[in-house]
C-alpha cells in the first residue's frame, strides 16, 4: 500500500494569517471594512423582514437596522476580547424568526390599531423576551455546564453538526439568488473566479488581491452594475417581488436613516414581560448555543488554532448570553449568533486573524451611528449577498466534513451515525419549514402557543436536530469499543485548558484577566 501523504491534521496549514498573526495595518482595516460589508446582508434581512410585521414604517426599520448594527459591533468586541477569543463575527439570527412571529401574532399585541404604537408594544415585548431568555446561555456558559456538555462531543459528532451549519443555511443560498438572477449570477461567477482561478494574480506588488478582497471588489463591480441596471429603468414595469430584490433605491433606509443616531438601551421604551413569550424565545437562545458551538469549531480550524477546550467554549457561551441581554435591553428585535458566512470569509481570504475581526467590530459601531452612511452600504440588494452565501456556507459545511479524517469511515457504525445524522438534520428541518406560515405556526400546533414555537424552533434547525441525532447515537453505541474510531484520542487533549500547550497561545484573555478567571 502507498504511503499515506495527507495524515489528519489538527490545524490547517495552508492559511497565511493565523489567530495571532497580523496582516500589514492597510490590508487589515481592509479586510476589516470586508468582513462589515459581508454581515450586512442578514443584519438587514432580519429588521426587513421583522419590523413590517410588527406595524413598523421605513424609519422605525432603519433604526432598527442601525441598533442591530451597533450591538453586534459590541458583541463581536466582547466576545472576541472575552469570550472564545476567535475571530467570529457575532450578528442577529435568523434562529429567533419562530418565536418573534408568535409574539407578533399575540391577539393583545394585534389589538392595537395605531401601527406605531403596535411597532413599541411589540418591540418591547420582544426585549422582554430576549432578555428572560438570555439566562439560559448565561447560566449554562459561566457554570461551566455547556462545557461539561461537549466532553461528549467526538469529532464524529460534531462533523454532521458544523457541516449542517453551513448546509443547513442552503435556502438562503441560491433560491435567494434566483430572486435577481440578473444581478446574482454574475455575482456567483465573479466571486468564484476571483477568489479560485485568479487567486495567486498580483497586480499590486506582492499582494494577491483577488484572494484577500474578493468580497469586497465582486460586491462593488456587480452593486455599481445593478445601480446602472436600476436608472436605465430595466425593472420599470416588473413585479414588485422583482423590484424588491433587484433595485437599488428600493430599501428606502437613505431616505429615512438619520444622519446621527446613537442606540442606547431601553430606546424602545420600558420592556414587558410574558412567560410564554419568554419560553417560545429559549428555544431559539438553544439553537443558537448549537449553532455557535459550530461555527467556534469551524471558526478554529480556518484560524488555525486548536479545537477550543469545554472552558472556553463555556465562557463563549456564557459572553454570548451577555450580547443576548444586551439585544433585549437596546432592541434588535432579535438575538445574536456567530455569523456563518463571516466563519466561511477566513478561509476564503485565509486570513484567520482576530485583529481583523476586532477592527471590523468598530467599523459596525461606527457605521451604525452615521445612519445616512451606514444606510448607503446597507441598500446593496440582498441577491448579492446571497451569492457569496453560496460559496461561504459551503466552505463552512466542509470544514465540517473535514473532521471525519479524525474518525475510521471504514466502520459500519460510524458510516450509519453520519449518515443518519446528516439525512435527518435535513429532512426533519425540511419537514416544520414546509408548515410553518404566521398564519398557521408550523406543524406543531396546540393550543400552547409558546409550546407550537418552542419545538417548531428546535426542529426546523438542521444544525440542532444533527446534533441531537450524532451525539445520542455516537454516545449510546459500542462506546467502549469504538473510541478510536469516533478520533477522541484526537481531540481528548482539548477537553482541558492545559491539556495543549497551544491553548494558552491562543485562548488566553488579554490585560492578563487570567490571574483572576484561571482556566480549568
Not at 446613537?262 to 414581560?273: A, K, N, R, V
Not at 440588494?381 to 463552512?396: E, M, N, R
Request: proline fraction near 6%; aromatic fraction near 12%; hydrophobic fraction near 50%.
Amino acid at each position: 500500500m502507498a504511503d499515506i501523504t495527507h495524515p489528519p491534521m489538527e490545524q490547517l496549514q495552508d492559511l497565511e494569517y493565523c489567530i495571532d498573526s497580523n496582516p500589514p495595518w492597510g490590508e487589515t482595516i481592509l479586510l476589516a471594512f470586508q468582513n462589515y460589508i459581508l454581515m450586512l446582508g442578514t443584519n438587514v434581512m432580519i429588521p426587513s423582514l421583522i419590523v413590517p410585521a410588527m406595524g413598523g414604517d421605513n424609519g422605525d426599520k432603519a433604526r432598527v437596522i442601525q441598533t442591530l448594527l451597533f450591538v453586534a459591533g459590541l458583541n463581536t468586541l466582547l466576545q472576541a476580547l472575552f469570550g472564545t477569543r476567535l475571530p467570529a463575527v457575532v450578528g442577529g439570527s435568523f434562529t429567533y424568526v419562530i418565536p418573534i412571529a408568535y409574539i407578533v401574532g399575540d391577539s393583545s399585541l394585534q389589538r392595537i390599531t395605531d401601527n406605531h404604537e403596535r411597532f413599541l408594544h411589540t418591540m418591547r415585548a420582544i426585549q422582554g423576551a430576549l432578555i428572560v431568555a438570555s439566562s439560559i446561555q448565561i447560566i449554562l456558559g459561566y457554570s461551566q455546564v455547556w462545557g461539561l456538555l461537549s466532553r461528549f462531543f467526538s469529532p464524529l459528532g460534531m462533523a454532521p453538526v458544523v457541516g449542517l451549519v453551513g448546509l443547513g443555511l442552503f435556502q438562503r443560498g441560491f433560491p435567494v439568488l434566483g430572486e435577481c438572477v440578473e444581478i446574482g449570477l454574475p455575482m456567483l461567477i465573479l466571486i468564484i473566479g476571483l477568489s479560485q482561478y485568479l487567486k495567486h494574480v498580483k497586480p499590486f506588488r506582492d499582494l494577491p488581491i483577488f484572494e484577500r478582497f474578493p468580497v469586497l471588489i465582486c460586491v462593488t463591480i456587480v452593486w455599481i452594475y445593478s445601480v446602472i441596471l436600476t436608472a436605465s429603468g430595466a425593472y420599470r414595469n416588473k413585479p414588485i417581488k422583482t423590484q424588491l430584490s433587484c433595485r437599488t433605491d428600493q430599501a428606502n433606509l437613505i431616505t429615512t436613516a438619520p444622519w446621527f443616531k446613537f442606540p442606547y438601551p431601553l430606546q424602545w421604551g420600558p420592556p414587558t414581560f410574558s412567560a410564554g413569550h419568554s419560553f417560545a424565545m429559549m428555544a431559539a437562545v438553544l439553537v443558537s448555543m448549537v449553532e455557535s458551538t459550530g461555527a467556534y469549531k469551524a471558526a478554529s480550524r480556518l484560524a488555525i488554532a486548536t479545537p477550543p477546550p469545554a472552558y472556553v467554549l463555556s465562557r463563549g457561551i456564557g459572553w454570548q448570553g451577555i450580547g443576548v441581554l444586551l439585544n433585549g435591553l437596546f432592541g434588535t428585535s432579535t438575538g445574536a449568533t456567530v455569523a456563518v458566512e463571516n466563519v466561511g470569509l477566513l478561509g476564503l481570504t485565509r486570513v484567520g486573524s482576530r485583529r481583523v475581526v476586532q477592527i471590523s467590530a468598530g467599523f459596525m459601531i461606527f457605521f451604525s451611528t452615521l445612519g445616512k452612511f451606514g444606510a448607503v452600504f446597507a441598500s446593496i440588494p440582498i441577491p448579492i449577498f446571497a451569492a457569496t452565501y453560496c460559496v461561504l456556507f459551503g466552505l463552512v459545511a466542509s470544514v465540517g466534513l473535514s473532521f471525519l479524517q479524525f474518525t475510521n469511515m471504514n466502520s459500519m457504525r460510524n458510516l450509519i451515525i453520519t449518515g443518519l445524522s446528516l439525512f435527518l438534520g435535513l429532512s426533519i428541518p425540511q419537514l416544520f419549514n414546509e408548515y410553518w406560515n404566521p398564519a398557521r405556526r408550523g406543524l406543531v400546533h396546540t393550543n400552547a402557543g409558546w409550546f407550537n414555537a418552542f419545538l417548531n424552533t428546535i426542529f426546523s434547525s438542521p444544525a440542532t436536530v444533527a446534533l441531537i441525532v450524532a451525539v445520542f447515537l455516537d454516545n449510546t453505541l459500542e462506546v467502549e469499543k469504538s473510541k478510536k474510531d469516533r478520533g477522541m484520542p484526537w481531540w481528548v487533549k482539548f477537553r482541558t485548558f492545559r491539556g495543549d500547550n497551544r491553548n494558552e497561545e491562543f485562548y488566553t484573555l488579554p490585560f492578563n484577566l487570567n490571574r483572576f478567571f484561571p482556566p480549568t
